[in-house]
């Protein structure tokens, strides 16, 4: 069974600070995605590696692959409450057509 | 553009009750998917369909019985609701079949709760 554990899972920081926000599991994934959920949708995609080292930034938003592609980490710098939610991590297996979630941080980022 | 439909958006059953959470995607992806999110526990796949026609079980289909009725919909069926089922339901699709790691999109989900 592949299983993605995220941590921390809350996180309740001042605007302006820093965070890193982990995801780890035992299983090599083809790929990993990061998702962000809004109380009452679904998750939407914010980013999608598939190169073990590989680095991505969205704006203030920096992730990265591990080299064995078996954990990820998202971290944020000077946090907004814009930022606030439930961030998902979810690997993918080609073949398999599944993707495995992990178990959510939820930030929150004070004003 | 609507995505991914799921209806309804709110159910309250009775133990022992059945009922059919209904979803259809417009974007012509092959494969569709049934989550459910409970506190602290991510999303938990309980079955996903790659492509029409065909089915496949996830991590706790105990409960559940699903219907690919064409490429647009799929449905998740519950025969005999529990207080356990209580949840959000989260149907999702993608086009998996895409060499690239393809985006699943997610419809707004069902929240069930079940007395």
């Known amino acids: 069974t592949q299983l993605l554990e995220q941590s921390p899972q809350f996180l309740s920081i001042q605007e302006g600070e820093n965070l890193t926000v982990y995801c780890n599991s035992s299983s090599v994934f083809s790929s990993l995605q990061w998702y962000r959920q809004e109380p009452g949708e679904g998750p939407v995609l914010l980013v999608t590696?598939?190169?073990?080292?590989e680095v991505k930034k969205l704006k203030r938003l920096t992730f990265q692959f591990g080299d064995a592609r078996k954990d990820s980490s998202l971290h944020i710098t000077a946090a907004q409450p814009g930022d606030t939610g439930l961030y998902l991590c979810?690997?993918?297996?080609?073949?398999?057509?599944?993707?495995?979630f992990g178990t959510g941080t939820r930030l929150k980022v004070l004003a | 553009n609507a995505g991914v439909t799921q209806t309804p958006k709110f159910q309250v059953l009775k133990t022992g009750q059945s009922m059919t959470l209904q979803c259809a995607q417009d974007?012509?992806?092959?494969?569709m998917y049934w989550y459910r999110q409970d506190p602290g526990m991510g999303l938990r796949l309980i079955y996903y369909s790659a492509s029409e026609g065909t089915t496949d079980k996830g991590e706790v289909p105990n409960g559940y019985n699903v219907s690919r009725l064409n490429k647009r919909e799929f449905s998740l069926r519950l025969e005999s609701a529990a207080p356990s089922q209580t949840s959000v339901y989260f149907c999702a699709s993608s086009e998996v079949h895409r060499p690239q790691a393809p985006e699943a999109f997610f419809g707004q989900g069902t929240r069930l709760t079940v007395v």
């Open positions: 590696v598939v190169t073990g080292g």
């Open positions: 974007m012509n992806h092959n494969s």
């Open positions: 979810a690997g993918f297996t080609s073949g398999t057509y599944k993707y495995i």
